[in-house]
Nanobody, 121 residues
C-alpha cells in the first residue's frame, strides 16, 4: 500500500522559510517521479513542483521559481520542498504525490494527506 506522509508545515511570517518533507513507503520510491501540489481554501489544487525519479530534472510553477527547491533522497525514501521568501499567497495545504504534474495537469497518482503552511504576520 502506497503511503505518503508529509511534515514540516507551520505558521511562518512573510519572508520566512520552511522545509517540507514527505516520507514514502509501500512502493519503490526511487522508481517514481514525484510532485508537490498545494490547495488553498476554496480553490482548486495547484501543481507546485515535480522532480524526476533520479532527481536529474526539476520543474516549478512560475510563482515559486527562485523561492522553492524540490529535492529527494532515494536512500531515505524522502521527498523535500525547501521554501524561502514565503508570501501570504503561499498559504495552503501542501501534498506530495506520485507522478508528474504541470501548470495544466495535476499528478494522477497517490497523494498524501498534506501539511498546512500558513504565511501571516
Amino acid at each position: 500500500e502506497v503511503q505518503l506522509v508529509e511534515s514540516g508545515g507551520g505558521l511562518v511570517q512573510p519572508g520566512g522559510s520552511l522545509r517540507l518533507s514527505c516520507a514514502a513507503s509501500g512502493f519503490t520510491f526511487r522508481g517514481y517521479d514525484m510532485s508537490w501540489v498545494r490547495q488553498a481554501p476554496g480553490k482548486e489544487p495547484e501543481w507546485v513542483s515535480s522532480i524526476l525519479s533520479d532527481g536529474s530534472i526539476t520543474q516549478y510553477t512560475d510563482s515559486v521559481k527562485g523561492r522553492f527547491t524540490v529535492s529527494r533522497d532515494n536512500a531515505k525514501n524522502t521527498l523535500y520542498l525547501q521554501m524561502s521568501n514565503l508570501k501570504p499567497e503561499d498559504t495552503a495545504l501542501y501534498h506530495c504525490a506520485t507522478g508528474l504534474g504541470s501548470d495544466y495537469t495535476i499528478p494522477a497518482g497517490s497523494w498524501g494527506q498534506g501539511t498546512q503552511v500558513t504565511v501571516s504576520s
